[in-house]
């Protein structure tokens, strides 16, 4: 009850506080995001996590977010990710590969995503696409990827939503039709990533992608994110584009000044190398 009416994290708390089972536990039901300052023991306590994903957080918002702290064992039950996933579908990034590959997971997660479109709009169309929210977004390349899976998510979205708009496209793509999907790549924002493999490997279909929009660089092949022309071909339409490249290039002097020069809060995506280089 102390605990409780401090309205306090465990991370302010001593040691000897952190390791009372009965502490923890109510630290837990009171802000889930305590985990993260919890043992290993208790972030791998079954229990323990499922308080912390299904509890409050002070401003009134679920924590199923708090899947982020719990052990790589319990990040892969299916059970403890469906709950976090009920809380808040954005908890699916922190599942296991095989759970984001899960195709009950993320159908479950697009159908609690529709609610909430329809929901935070009292009925209205949702036409703000924020593609951080969407949990396909979230999904294992070998779901977000297939046009099969994504024609029955199509199916199961009623929102006139640009995100559906997206998920149409891509369904409705012949992806052995090179000039067609370079344009489409071209005109529409995200498309890349939900391209085949082989395209987000694709230096032109890339740079045509990142030109235009450098947070495309997110979809990039690992391989091209540390290339540097397709990075600061990304930067230079969007300095964040930073945080997607490689170590070597982001700890690259050329690259980092020549996006730092323009927006110093690039810095915060550099290497800590050139972070301390004054």
């Known amino acids: 009850d102390l605990f ?4 306090t994290t465990l991370e302010d708390c001593p040691e000897q506080l952190r390791s009372d089972d009965e502490i923890v ?7 889930g995001f305590n985990l993260e300052f919890t043992s290993d023991e208790v972030k791998n306590n079954r229990a323990f996590v499922m308080t912390a994903v299904q509890s409050g957080y002070l401003d009134g918002r679920e924590c199923g977010l708090a899947l982020e702290y719990a052990s790589e064992t319990l990040r892969a039950d299916k ?12 908890a699916l990034q ?10 009950e997971i993320v159908m479950k997660a697009v159908l609690l995503w529709e609610e909430y479109c329809e929901e ?11 593609e951080e929210d969407f949990p396909v977004e979230y999904a ?5 990827c297939n046009q099969v899976f994504l024609a029955k998510v199509l199916r199961n979205m009623e ?14 793509t012949d992806f052995s039709n090179r000039e067609k999907v370079l344009k489409r790549i071209y005109h529409n924002r995200y498309f890349l990533g939900y391209t085949p493999e082989a395209l987000r490997a694709d230096r032109e279909a890339v740079l045509i992608a990142v030109q235009q929009r450098g947070g495309d660089l997110k979809y990039a092949s690992e391989k091209l994110q540390g290339d540097k022309e397709v990075v600061l071909a990304a930067l230079n339409n969007d300095w964040s584009a930073l945080k997607y490249a490689s170590e070597k290039l982001q700890g690259d002097k050329e690259v980092v000044l020549a996006v730092v020069k323009d927006c110093g809060g690039a810095l ?9 280089d004054k």
């Open 4 to 7: 409780l009416s401090l309205e």
């Open 25 to 31: 536990l109510a630290a837990l039901e009171q802000d």
């Open 79 to 90: 059970e403890v990710v469906l709950a976090a996933v009920e809380a808040d579908v954005a």
């Open 94 to 103: 922190f599942a296991s590969d095989a759970l984001r590959s899960d195709e």
């Open 120 to 130: 935070s709009r009292g009925g209205y169309p949702y036409n703000v696409y924020d």
């Open 140 to 144: 294992h390349p070998s779901l977000k």
């Open 159 to 172: 929102q006139p939503t640009e995100i559906r708009s997206l998920i149409s496209l891509v369904v409705n």
């Open 268 to 276: 915060q995506y550099a290497s800590e190398e050139l972070k301390g």
